[in-house]
């Protein structure tokens, strides 16, 4: 038995016998992604993904970072370089390369999202190893021939009610276009992450500027221009069913500026002028920004602040962005969220969603916020903390404060697709047995459990996305 049917359940038989039966409830609902990162062309061209080692290791950063930590050489897993150079082109030479080091992965949640994907999609009974590497291998590499493993077949056996993908004000976002006139009726929606041209630190951001204001036909030199050409692209982004824009800055920094200050700090960052301390405000006040504009037009606002980007930066010149080497920061929010918050936080049209990578500012700070600011809402325990005990301490640490009611469910934020099943089976396992406890300890009643299961594994991502 590859996975148990109890994992992630207490051990007390009373409270797993009721984490059980709230799970059983819930186990098969369908699924609600509200961002992710999975690539909308798979969706559009609906091609067999190419092989086992291009399908899980190449493009996630969970398991390349762990194995570049052991001394594994990025390129030797056929991460590409900027530079053309060459890497590692053999397919089962890198997933013998992984399964050599399925060790590492022991007692993580990236352990867990695998074995669920290969026992439930592919029959594997054994753990992967280098004895049973070619075997795993060959099974796999079968399977996505057939058109079972298409992607929009697995998007229907997955149970996927909709999902959102996250691109660029400057993609063309052709592959929606291409699933909207397929005639495909899977929901496949984007979400508007305007990064590059609103962070004055990333690179090319001049350049994306001019190309910004070629896209929309709109003066990006001039501050209000700028502005203008954000809200046509919005616009543009809704029609292809985006309902929230993403915001993954430094910091959680915000700031309402006088419209003569924001319009000379625009100049500054606009013609490459700008200090440290002007991209930090120049992001602050575009989150201000960007929350105005969601009051006009009914966008959800995401906040992932507190990581610091590319850490490494040989690695960085190298390889360039998400190479794993994203580290979490401690982060303020009771003040830096302030602005934003004495402008909007009482807006009951605005839907704010907070993630955080500091785990301190839950009680402290995030859970005290929610749960006054009609306005703000927590996200989910995200990306390092996107584990067993991360979500628990997530539960443990917010509800106390801010309720069930003042978060929205789970959201996988994946890149890997065939993990997304699993990553809700964990967060529905976790859940339940979070819930089982109060029910066992008489804090919440059996029916009242159930129904917030169900809440927490739909209905909240649902209606705070507006999906």
């Known amino acids: 038995m590859l996975i148990h049917p109890d994992r992630l359940f207490p051990a007390e038989p009373a409270t797993r016998e009721m984490a059980r039966r709230l799970y059983a409830e819930i186990r098969d609902l369908p699924i609600i992604s509200p961002h992710g990162h999975t690539d909308p062309r798979w969706y559009a061209e609906n091609e067999p993904f190419p092989d086992p080692a291009t399908l899980f290791v190449i493009p996630d950063h969970y398991i390349f970072r762990m194995l570049y ?3 594994v050489r990025l390129e030797d897993l056929g991460i590409p370089v900027k530079d053309g150079n060459a890497v590692e082109r053999d397919p089962r030479a890198i997933w013998r390369r992984f399964a050599a080091h399925y060790h590492l992965f022991r007692g993580t949640p990236t352990r867990a999202w695998l074995d669920h994907t290969f026992a439930t999609l592919f029959g594997f009974t054994e753990r992967l190893s280098s004895a049973n590497a070619d075997a795993y291998y060959g099974r796999i590499d079968e399977a996505l021939r057939t058109p079972e493993f298409r992607p929009r077949a697995l998007f229907e056996r997955f149970r996927i009610e909709a999902i959102a993908t996250t691109e660029s004000p400057l993609d063309p976002l052709k592959h929606h276009e291409t699933i909207r006139q397929s005639g495909w009726k899977g929901r496949v929606l984007t979400a508007y992450r305007p990064d590059p041209v609103v962070d004055p630190e990333f690179e090319g951001f001049r350049q994306n500027l001019a190309r910004f204001g070629e896209i929309t036909g709109c003066d990006t030199s001039t501050w209000s221009g700028y502005l203008e050409a954000h809200r046509t692209r919005r616009a543009f982004f809704r029609d292809y069913g985006a309902t929230s824009t993403d915001h993954g800055h430094p910091t959680a920094r915000t700031a309402n500026l006088p419209p003569a200050d924001s319009e000379a700090l625009f100049r500054r960052v606009s013609t490459g002028d700008a200090t440290p301390e002007d991209a930090e405000l120049f992001r602050a006040q575009m989150l201000t920004e960007m929350a105005a504009m969601s009051v006009e037009d009914g966008m959800v606002l995401q906040i992932h602040p507190g990581s610091f980007r590319n850490h ?40 704010i969603i907070v993630f955080t990578l500091d785990e301190t500012s839950y009680s402290r700070e995030l859970a005290p916020l929610a749960g006054h600011y009609p306005a703000l809402k927590l996200g989910p325990a995200w990306w390092f903390f996107d584990a ?15 309720g069930f009611y003042n978060t929205v469910g789970f959201n996988d934020d994946t890149r890997a697709y065939l993990s997304i099943p699993a990553r809700h089976d964990v967060a529905r396992r976790v859940d339940c047995a979070y819930l089982a406890n109060l029910v066992v300890t008489h804090r919440l009643d059996e029916d009242e459990a159930h129904e917030v299961a169900y809440d927490l594994a739909y209905r909240l991502a649902k209606e705070a996305y507006k999906l």
């Open 312 to 351: 490494n930066e040989a690695l960085f010149r190298r390889f360039g962005r998400d190479m794993g080497a994203d580290i979490p920061s401690q982060t303020d929010y009771v003040r830096a969220l302030k602005p934003l918050l004495d402008r909007f936080g009482n807006e009951p049209n605005l839907t």
């Open 69 to 71: 930590s052991q001394g």
């Open 388 to 402: 067993p005990e991360g979500m628990r301490r997530f539960r443990e640490l917010t509800t106390e404060t801010a």
